[in-house]
Antibody, heavy 122, light 108 residues
Protein backbone atom coordinates (compact mmCIF):
# COMPACT_ATOMS: atom_id res chain seq x y z
CA UNK A 1 0.00 0.00 0.00
CA UNK A 2 1.36 3.40 -0.97
CA UNK A 3 1.65 5.80 1.95
CA UNK A 4 2.84 9.38 2.13
CA UNK A 5 3.08 10.76 5.64
CA UNK A 6 3.54 14.49 6.09
CA UNK A 7 5.15 15.96 9.16
CA UNK A 8 6.62 19.21 10.39
CA UNK A 9 3.74 21.66 10.42
CA UNK A 10 3.73 24.35 13.07
CA UNK A 11 3.05 28.00 13.72
CA UNK A 12 5.94 30.20 12.62
CA UNK A 13 6.48 33.95 12.67
CA UNK A 14 6.73 36.01 9.49
CA UNK A 15 10.30 35.92 8.20
CA UNK A 16 10.89 32.57 9.83
CA UNK A 17 11.91 29.21 8.40
CA UNK A 18 10.47 25.72 8.48
CA UNK A 19 11.31 22.33 7.03
CA UNK A 20 8.56 19.96 6.00
CA UNK A 21 9.09 16.24 5.59
CA UNK A 22 7.22 13.52 3.77
CA UNK A 23 7.95 9.85 4.42
CA UNK A 24 7.08 7.51 1.56
CA UNK A 25 6.45 3.77 1.56
CA UNK A 26 4.80 1.10 -0.55
CA UNK A 27 6.50 1.95 -3.85
CA UNK A 28 9.97 2.31 -5.31
CA UNK A 29 10.58 5.88 -4.22
CA UNK A 30 13.51 6.62 -6.50
CA UNK A 31 11.51 5.74 -9.63
CA UNK A 32 9.13 8.70 -9.34
CA UNK A 33 9.10 12.46 -9.23
CA UNK A 34 7.63 14.04 -6.12
CA UNK A 35 5.71 17.27 -5.68
CA UNK A 36 4.55 19.71 -3.04
CA UNK A 37 1.08 21.23 -3.39
CA UNK A 38 -0.49 23.66 -0.96
CA UNK A 39 -4.01 24.76 -0.13
CA UNK A 40 -4.75 27.90 1.88
CA UNK A 41 -7.64 27.42 4.32
CA UNK A 42 -10.93 27.39 2.44
CA UNK A 43 -9.27 27.94 -0.93
CA UNK A 44 -8.09 25.96 -3.96
CA UNK A 45 -4.97 24.00 -4.77
CA UNK A 46 -1.64 25.57 -5.71
CA UNK A 47 1.30 23.61 -7.04
CA UNK A 48 4.52 24.54 -5.24
CA UNK A 49 7.43 22.46 -6.51
CA UNK A 50 8.61 19.25 -8.17
CA UNK A 51 11.79 17.23 -7.88
CA UNK A 52 12.79 14.58 -10.40
CA UNK A 53 13.27 10.95 -9.44
CA UNK A 54 17.01 11.40 -9.01
CA UNK A 55 16.93 14.88 -7.52
CA UNK A 56 18.69 16.26 -10.57
CA UNK A 57 15.91 18.61 -11.64
CA UNK A 58 13.74 20.91 -9.60
CA UNK A 59 11.09 23.46 -10.53
CA UNK A 60 9.17 25.99 -8.47
CA UNK A 61 6.10 28.17 -8.61
CA UNK A 62 7.02 31.83 -8.98
CA UNK A 63 5.40 32.55 -5.61
CA UNK A 64 8.05 30.50 -3.78
CA UNK A 65 11.07 30.67 -6.07
CA UNK A 66 14.17 31.77 -4.23
CA UNK A 67 12.59 31.12 -0.83
CA UNK A 68 11.70 27.41 -0.89
CA UNK A 69 13.98 24.46 -1.68
CA UNK A 70 12.75 20.98 -2.48
CA UNK A 71 15.01 18.00 -1.87
CA UNK A 72 14.85 14.26 -1.44
CA UNK A 73 16.85 11.49 0.18
CA UNK A 74 16.23 8.33 -1.79
CA UNK A 75 18.13 6.25 0.78
CA UNK A 76 15.51 7.28 3.35
CA UNK A 77 12.47 7.37 1.03
CA UNK A 78 11.91 10.93 2.13
CA UNK A 79 10.95 14.24 0.54
CA UNK A 80 11.62 17.65 2.05
CA UNK A 81 10.62 21.27 1.62
CA UNK A 82 12.81 23.92 3.19
CA UNK A 83 10.80 27.12 3.51
CA UNK A 84 12.55 30.41 4.27
CA UNK A 85 11.41 34.03 4.53
CA UNK A 86 7.87 32.93 5.26
CA UNK A 87 5.00 35.37 4.93
CA UNK A 88 1.37 35.18 5.93
CA UNK A 89 0.57 34.31 2.31
CA UNK A 90 2.36 30.99 2.83
CA UNK A 91 -0.22 29.88 5.40
CA UNK A 92 -1.70 26.69 3.97
CA UNK A 93 -2.10 22.95 4.22
CA UNK A 94 0.95 21.49 2.49
CA UNK A 95 0.59 18.15 0.70
CA UNK A 96 3.31 15.96 -0.72
CA UNK A 97 2.21 14.07 -3.79
CA UNK A 98 3.64 11.29 -5.95
CA UNK A 99 3.98 11.72 -9.67
CA UNK A 100 2.13 8.99 -11.51
CA UNK A 101 4.47 8.65 -14.46
CA UNK A 102 7.55 6.46 -14.18
CA UNK A 103 10.70 8.63 -14.21
CA UNK A 104 8.74 11.65 -15.46
CA UNK A 105 8.56 15.04 -13.79
CA UNK A 106 5.43 15.84 -15.79
CA UNK A 107 2.58 13.67 -14.67
CA UNK A 108 -0.55 13.78 -12.60
CA UNK A 109 -0.49 12.93 -8.90
CA UNK A 110 -1.78 9.50 -8.02
CA UNK A 111 -1.11 9.54 -4.28
CA UNK A 112 -1.20 12.36 -1.75
CA UNK A 113 -0.12 12.74 1.83
CA UNK A 114 -2.61 13.80 4.47
CA UNK A 115 -1.20 17.30 4.54
CA UNK A 116 0.48 19.36 7.21
CA UNK A 117 -0.75 22.76 8.29
CA UNK A 118 1.71 25.63 8.22
CA UNK A 119 0.50 28.80 9.87
CA UNK A 120 2.57 31.96 9.49
CA UNK A 121 1.49 34.44 12.13
CA UNK A 122 2.96 36.84 14.62
CA UNK B 1 1.68 30.13 -17.27
CA UNK B 2 -1.38 28.18 -18.34
CA UNK B 3 -4.49 29.42 -16.56
CA UNK B 4 -7.31 26.91 -16.10
CA UNK B 5 -10.82 28.31 -15.72
CA UNK B 6 -13.46 25.96 -14.35
CA UNK B 7 -17.18 26.45 -14.73
CA UNK B 8 -19.60 26.59 -13.18
CA UNK B 9 -18.28 27.52 -9.77
CA UNK B 10 -21.09 25.59 -8.11
CA UNK B 11 -23.36 22.93 -9.55
CA UNK B 12 -26.54 22.08 -7.63
CA UNK B 13 -27.92 18.69 -8.63
CA UNK B 14 -29.85 15.77 -7.21
CA UNK B 15 -28.58 12.20 -6.83
CA UNK B 16 -29.07 10.29 -10.06
CA UNK B 17 -28.63 13.37 -12.24
CA UNK B 18 -25.82 13.93 -14.73
CA UNK B 19 -23.05 16.40 -13.92
CA UNK B 20 -21.02 18.17 -16.59
CA UNK B 21 -17.99 20.15 -15.42
CA UNK B 22 -15.93 22.34 -17.71
CA UNK B 23 -12.25 23.30 -17.67
CA UNK B 24 -10.88 25.78 -20.18
CA UNK B 25 -7.17 26.41 -20.63
CA UNK B 26 -5.72 29.80 -21.56
CA UNK B 27 -3.63 28.18 -24.28
CA UNK B 28 -3.58 24.91 -26.15
CA UNK B 29 -2.29 22.06 -24.02
CA UNK B 30 0.32 20.01 -25.82
CA UNK B 31 -0.59 16.38 -25.58
CA UNK B 32 -3.30 15.55 -23.08
CA UNK B 33 -1.59 16.69 -19.91
CA UNK B 34 -4.85 17.29 -18.09
CA UNK B 35 -6.13 15.57 -14.95
CA UNK B 36 -9.18 15.78 -12.71
CA UNK B 37 -9.27 15.38 -8.93
CA UNK B 38 -12.07 15.05 -6.40
CA UNK B 39 -11.70 16.56 -2.95
CA UNK B 40 -14.02 16.04 -0.01
CA UNK B 41 -13.90 18.17 3.18
CA UNK B 42 -10.96 17.29 5.39
CA UNK B 43 -9.44 14.95 2.82
CA UNK B 44 -6.60 15.10 0.35
CA UNK B 45 -7.51 15.27 -3.33
CA UNK B 46 -8.05 11.98 -5.15
CA UNK B 47 -7.03 11.41 -8.76
CA UNK B 48 -10.02 10.59 -10.97
CA UNK B 49 -8.87 11.10 -14.55
CA UNK B 50 -5.45 11.56 -16.11
CA UNK B 51 -4.33 12.25 -19.66
CA UNK B 52 -7.72 13.93 -20.17
CA UNK B 53 -9.73 10.72 -20.48
CA UNK B 54 -8.13 7.78 -18.65
CA UNK B 55 -9.75 6.73 -15.40
CA UNK B 56 -7.37 6.21 -12.50
CA UNK B 57 -7.24 2.89 -10.71
CA UNK B 58 -10.43 2.09 -8.83
CA UNK B 59 -12.48 4.99 -10.23
CA UNK B 60 -16.05 3.99 -11.15
CA UNK B 61 -17.03 4.16 -14.80
CA UNK B 62 -19.69 6.78 -14.11
CA UNK B 63 -16.76 9.22 -14.21
CA UNK B 64 -15.48 10.11 -17.67
CA UNK B 65 -13.21 12.75 -19.10
CA UNK B 66 -13.01 14.19 -22.58
CA UNK B 67 -11.55 17.07 -24.51
CA UNK B 68 -8.38 18.34 -26.09
CA UNK B 69 -6.68 21.58 -26.98
CA UNK B 70 -8.17 24.16 -24.64
CA UNK B 71 -11.52 22.63 -23.65
CA UNK B 72 -11.98 19.69 -21.31
CA UNK B 73 -15.01 18.11 -19.67
CA UNK B 74 -15.53 15.88 -16.66
CA UNK B 75 -18.85 14.03 -16.75
CA UNK B 76 -20.44 12.13 -13.89
CA UNK B 77 -23.17 10.11 -15.56
CA UNK B 78 -25.37 9.52 -12.49
CA UNK B 79 -24.51 11.24 -9.25
CA UNK B 80 -24.16 9.04 -6.21
CA UNK B 81 -24.36 10.54 -2.69
CA UNK B 82 -20.59 10.16 -2.28
CA UNK B 83 -19.89 12.23 -5.42
CA UNK B 84 -20.88 15.55 -3.85
CA UNK B 85 -17.51 17.24 -3.48
CA UNK B 86 -15.19 19.79 -5.09
CA UNK B 87 -13.55 18.90 -8.40
CA UNK B 88 -10.33 20.38 -9.74
CA UNK B 89 -8.76 20.18 -13.16
CA UNK B 90 -4.98 20.19 -13.37
CA UNK B 91 -2.47 20.86 -16.10
CA UNK B 92 0.84 19.03 -15.67
CA UNK B 93 2.61 19.30 -19.00
CA UNK B 94 5.16 21.91 -18.07
CA UNK B 95 6.24 24.18 -15.26
CA UNK B 96 4.48 25.86 -13.64
CA UNK B 97 1.86 23.19 -13.14
CA UNK B 98 -1.52 24.76 -12.48
CA UNK B 99 -4.93 23.92 -11.08
CA UNK B 100 -8.33 25.31 -11.91
CA UNK B 101 -10.25 27.11 -9.22
CA UNK B 102 -12.58 24.17 -8.64
CA UNK B 103 -16.24 23.31 -9.15
CA UNK B 104 -18.31 22.43 -6.13
CA UNK B 105 -21.00 19.83 -6.80
CA UNK B 106 -23.62 20.21 -4.11
CA UNK B 107 -26.88 18.48 -3.32
CA UNK B 108 -29.89 20.36 -4.61
Amino acid sequence: EVKLVNSGGVVVQPGGSLRLSCAASGFTFDDYSMHWVRQPPGKGLEWVSVISWDGGSTYYADSVKGRFTISRDNSKNSLYLQMNSLTTEDTALYYCAKGRGYSSSWSSFDYWGQGTLVTVSS
Amino acid sequence: EIVLTQSPGTLSLSPGERATLSCRASQILSGTYLAWYQQKPGQAPRLLIYDASTRATGIPDRFSGSGSGTDFILTISRLEPEDFAVYYCHHFGTSPLTFGGGTKVEIK
